[in-house]
């Protein structure tokens, strides 16, 4: 079945430092892959996607490439701000399997002045 | 303002008692899930729905009931609550199926079981 794997938790980083979040998947198809960020108190909201192999997603500083030689979809950002203080999420997407996501288990990053 | 609304926020009940969780969405899409989101699991997925009178479990759906008679609604119904099932919950929904993937989630709701 699908799965998606996160680096161990929680991260606590000062602000400016260079953020590396591993993710790998197992998926039977071909899926598109995700991160979500859930801030506290909050929901998750959509951070970033890609949905075929050698794709980059960005936003708000945060980048992430399919690799599918190595089933790893990891989130950077060059330069955390207090502000990218939240929980992450990694999630794939299969469309032989309904297109239901499938998350990982999330991690925590603390980010301190 | 439209979007996707879960209530309570937050909930205490006891072992034994029937517990429904409420979720609204206004923007008319197809599909709603309900997540739970526990530590060290992550999020799970409890039951969707692609359509009004539509439903389907998920990963763990046992002790759980879930209706859709209106497009806007997807309560959760918790038939016996148990101790197990003290975690906060999640409602989502999503446009359709082939771009299903982005999924918009309300802000939660804190179940804690005595």
């Known amino acids: 079945g699908n799965s998606v794997t996160q680096m161990e938790g929680p991260v606590t980083l000062s602000e400016e430092a260079f953020l590396t979040i591993n993710c790998t998947y197992t998926a039977t198809g071909y899926p598109s892959l995700f991160w979500y960020v859930q801030y506290p108190g909050e929901g998750l909201q959509l951070l970033l996607k890609a949905t075929k192999a050698d794709d980059k997603g960005s936003n708000k500083g945060f980048e992430a490439t399919y690799r599918k030689e190595t089933t790893s979809f990891h989130l950077e950002k060059g330069s955390v701000q207090v502000s990218d203080s939240a929980v992450y999420f990694c999630?794939?997407?299969?469309?032989?399997?309904?297109?239901?996501?499938?998350f990982g288990k999330g991690i925590t990053l603390s980010v301190r002045p | 303002d439209a979007g996707i609304t879960q209530s309570p926020r937050y909930k205490i009940t006891e072992t034994g008692r029937q517990v429904t969780l409420m979720c609204h969405q206004t923007w008319s899409h197809s599909y709603m899930f309900w997540y739970r989101q526990d530590l060290g699991h992550g999020l799970r997925l409890i039951y969707y729905?692609?359509?009004?009178?539509?439903?389907d479990k998920g990963e763990v759906p046992d002790g759980y009931v879930v209706s859709r008679s209106k497009t806007e609604n997807f309560p959760l119904t918790l038939e016996s609550a148990t101790r197990s099932q003290t975690s906060v919950y999640f409602c989502?929904?999503?446009?359709?199926?082939?771009?299903?993937?982005?999924?918009?989630f309300g802000s939660g709701t804190q179940l804690s079981v005595l």
């Open positions: 999630a794939l997407s299969d469309p032989g399997a309904n297109s239901k996501l499938t």
């Open positions: 989502a929904s999503s446009a359709d199926r082939v771009t299903n993937e982005k999924l918009f």
């Open positions: 729905s692609a359509a009004a009178d539509i439903t």
